[in-house]
């Protein structure tokens, strides 16, 4: 997120998931109140502290970039370390019947799978960035987009937008950049592959029992920075049974902290849902945090909460890995009489998201 410099600064048999509701009846077993510091108490997930998070990434990144970790640890590290419902305790003792180095490289694998087998659905993608005004609590500036995301009669993905208003999230002081629907794209819904593995380092915490799940918890962040290049910072839940990953907490770095330049994301924590009975898709992402922006070029310093979620809903596989081969011609996509979504017919527009 970006400043806005034309802004004055005075301004996730039954279904195994994690809840993500805010409030459920006591008789609920898979229960798990994740309450947000801005909603007036609770927090993330206690091991999935943004205190450990973003002090872990302090140490690798310049002084400036300290101030924000520090502000944004302020904020959230009381709630963090609150207990929640559902968080059981972390077990540190290493993992039996295999090696953690085992464990990784197995999720590793199912997660390639996963991304191969996501690449074949369609889904709608739900996204609302506010921008709060923390003496009133009222919505400042707003930016709101639902995108179908099908495939064309080729099978190429494509983005099919259906419902987005006026954009007045500048109104807030800030302006989206493209690190914005990056981390939108690719980080928010995070998932580490085989191929993504050498890029970071991933540390093996314990296991933790999340609701009726039991899970490996791993902390992951960049081996190293490439210049133009963003990664995922913090804490990832993976599957026992599934080898998959389940829950994430975390933050996009590096971030740009130069005056004037300042480039700032909230961390976020992301959810994951057994869809198909068989892999886990990322189905909600909340992100929350104070971006601070130093004072410049005679402008006063600038605080500005923001608030973000998107949802990953209406998962439908459009197509399988195999092909249809008719006298030596693949003929997989040649169905011009389909009137389906995913043939080049997007789905009727969507009505406003509640």
Not at 16 to 26: D, E, F, N, W, Y
Not at 150 to 165: I, L
Not at 283 to 306: C, I, M, R, W
């Amino acid at each position: 997120m970006a400043r806005n410099s034309h802004i004055p600064d005075i301004l996730r048999s039954k279904p195994r998931r994690i809840t993500i509701l805010q409030s459920a009846p006591a008789s609920n077993p898979l229960f798990c109140r994740i309450m947000h510091p801005w909603d007036g108490g609770g927090g993330y997930p206690p091991a999935a502290s943004s205190t450990h998070v973003l002090a872990a990434a302090a140490s690798k990144y310049p002084m400036p970039a300290r101030f924000l970790i520090l502000l944004l640890t302020l904020a959230f590290g009381t709630q963090f370390a609150q207990a929640q419902k559902g968080f059981g305790p972390l077990d540190p003792a290493p993992p039996t019947g295999a090696t953690v180095d085992q464990i990784i490289a197995k999720f590793g694998a199912r997660e390639t799978e996963f991304r191969d087998a996501r690449d074949n659905y369609t889904f709608r993608q739900s996204v609302k960035i506010d921008g709060i005004d923390d003496d009133t609590g009222k919505v400042m500036g707003e930016y709101q987009q639902v995108t179908d995301i099908v495939f064309d009669r080729d099978g190429k993905r494509s983005e099919h937008v259906v419902y987005a208003p006026q954009n007045t999230i500048d109104n807030a002081g800030v302006t989206m950049s493209p690190t914005d629907f990056d981390e939108i794209e690719h980080r928010l819904p995070f998932i580490l592959t085989t191929e993504d593995l050498p890029k970071y380092t991933v540390t093996y915490l314990g296991r933790q029992k999340v609701d009726d799940l039991d899970t490996y918890v791993f902390e992951a962040g960049p081996v190293r920075i490439q210049k133009g290049q963003h990664y995922f910072q913090g804490k990832v839940w993976v599957d026992q049974q599934d080898f998959e990953i389940v829950l994430v907490n975390g933050t996009t770095v590096p971030q740009d902290t130069r005056p004037g330049h300042e480039d700032l994301q909230p961390p976020f924590t992301t959810y994951y849902e057994q869809i198909d009975g068989k892999n886990w898709f990322p189905t909600y992402t909340k992100a929350e945090g104070v971006l601070h922006f130093a004072a410049q070029n005679g402008a006063l310093s600038q605080d500005v909460h923001l608030r973000s979620v998107v949802r990953y809903t209406d998962y439908k596989q459009f197509r399988s890995t195999s092909r249809i081969i008719y006298n030596g011609e693949d003929i997989t996509n040649d169905h011009p009489n389909d009137q389906s979504p995913g043939n080049g017919n997007p789905p009727a527009p969507a009505a406003p998201p509640k």
